[in-house]
């Protein structure tokens, strides 16, 4: 199945992050690609070409794009050990008791 489409887009003005997922064998891999949205005549056109006042904004978008890459793949971390974990040991919503709290019965 081709990527034709990314799975999480961030965008700042006129400038844009497409985050992408591609399924390897060792697991989910993500790579970040940055473009630039502007009009010309009346067609909007992308380039992957950035001014000198694009620049914070690209460095801004690189910096959410990693936390939202990190904590994505934290989740699927968090998802497979729970998969393989007994069902005693699964995350619950409850909250975990104290030792406190288990010691008086």
Known sequence: MANDRPIHEIRLGKCKAAIWA????Q????NVTFLRIYKQDDQWETTSSFGRDDLPLV????????????EKLAH?????ANEKAP???RRSDRSPRTAATTSRR
């Open 22 to 25: 591609n399924p390897t064998e």
């Open 27 to 30: 697991g989910t891999r993500y």
């Open 59 to 70: 460095a801004k978008l690189a910096d959410q794009a990693h936390t939202w890459i990190y």
């Open 76 to 80: 699927e971390r968090d998802d497979a």
């Open 87 to 89: 069902a005693s040991d």
